[in-house]
């Protein structure tokens, strides 16, 4: 079995019914889902558009080897719409699910960077990922992720979220 930590997440139609439909495919596709933190409301990184973001972290565990793993989110994605996206360009997106953490290990290839290498930059990755596993220490940087949240520089003003019914 192994722990995985994804942020999962979009700026359109962010419902209660749509995260429940995602939490039954992550359960049914990906394995137990063994802790969520709360929905946080952020502003697009990366790009402008007048949609906020919505995410959350979850931890799952899985029997799932990286490459499956992978293949297996992005049809989640795909589900709920989502394109295959071009390198480097971020738009709107109703889900996106992001890989950060698997167990301790990492991994640097094309289509697949494990821990999400660019996490630590990122206070709406880094509050969610802190509310679920603050003492979980990156692979590579060797901190836990509250140290991280602590040192990172991003100001983005990151909030509570509600969901639409």
């Known amino acids: 079995m192994h722990k995985v930590y994804l942020l999962v997440g979009g700026n359109l139609d962010n419902t209660c019914s749509k995260y429940e439909q995602l939490f039954s495919l992550l359960a049914k596709h990906i394995g137990t889902i063994a802790a969520k933190s709360q929905f946080y409301k952020s502003p697009p990184w990366g790009y402008i558009s007048s949609n906020p973001f919505v995410n959350m972290a979850i931890g799952i ?3 799932l080897d990286p490459a ?3 293949k297996e989110t992005q049809k989640i994605e795909s589900f709920f719409g989502r394109k295959k996206k071009k390198k480097n360009q971020y738009e709107d997106r109703a889900m996106d699910i992001d890989i950060i953490f698997y167990d301790t290990i990492s991994i640097d290839m094309e289509d697949l960077q494990i821990p999400h290498p660019r996490m630590h930059l990122r206070n709406f990755v880094l509050t969610p990922l802190n509310e679920i596993c603050p003492s979980f220490i990156h692979p590579i940087l060797k901190k836990n992720v509250a ?9 983005a003003v990151i909030t509570s979220a509600r969901l639409l019914e």
Request: glycine fraction near 0%; charge should be negative.
């Open 147 to 155: 140290a991280l949240q602590k040192e990172c520089i991003d100001n």
């Open 61 to 63: 565990d899985t029997h």
């Open 68 to 70: 499956t793993l992978i």
